[in-house]
């Protein structure tokens, strides 16, 4: 487990790489703590961040999340 790690992953928009940090992360037991090895994201938000919020909503921030290291939802 680690919080504030940062993940990696590509903007389907525009091709490039980008970086999202995320409060908390679990990693497979016994692993090294890198983005291939995560099973568990948590992402916490202030209530004043609205839902539709392009970059800080919770649309935008749990698809990049989910895409960065290929995790179902839930």
């Known amino acids: ?7 990696e992953y590509e903007d389907l928009e525009t091709g490039k790489t980008k970086k999202q940090k ?9 692993k090294p703590h890198e983005q291939d090895f995560i099973i568990r994201i948590a992402i916490v938000q202030d209530d004043k961040v609205k839902v539709t919020d392009k970059k800080k909503g919770l649309t935008a ?3 990049n ?8 939802y839930g």
Do not use: P, Q
């Open 61 to 63: 921030t749990l698809e």
């Open 65 to 72: 999340a989910m895409a960065a290291v290929n995790l179902g």
């Open 1 to 7: 487990m680690e919080r504030g790690f940062t993940v």
């Open 22 to 30: 995320v409060n908390l992360v679990i990693f497979k037991k016994g």
